[in-house]
Nanobody, 114 residues
């Protein structure tokens, strides 16, 4: 598997912003399938945002135009910019990159207080 190191999670108040980072152990140039997922207590893991072929993006309905997925090929890093966070966004967020392997990060906890 490709090693994915996530950072940026933490405790914030509603309305604040966070940027999650996912650093890959190999070049992401040429890799088209990558995304962010989240899992809240008692819930199934769900897709938050994804980058696919041709630079296309897919966002979950609950994003409400608040989140943005992006990449920096020079830094081999995928980002998730999260704005106007809500308490219901509280979850463990996971990075996923599909190359020659299906690789997942360890997850980073985001807690949003009201």
């Amino acid at each position: 598997q490709v090693q994915l190191v996530e950072s940026g999670g933490g405790l914030v108040e509603a309305g604040e912003s966070l940027r999650l980072s996912c650093a890959a152990s190999e070049r992401i140039l040429g890799i088209v399938n990558m995304g962010w997922y989240r899992q809240a207590p008692g819930k199934q893991r769900e897709l938050v945002a994804a980058l696919t072929s041709g630079g296309s993006t897919n966002y979950a309905d609950f994003v409400k135009d608040r989140f943005t997925i992006s990449r920096d090929n020079a830094k081999n890093t995928v980002y998730l910019q999260m704005n106007n966070l809500k308490p219901e966004d509280t979850a463990v967020y996971y990075c996923r990159i599909i190359s020659r392997y299906d690789s997942w990060g360890k997850g980073t906890l985001v807690t949003v207080s009201s």
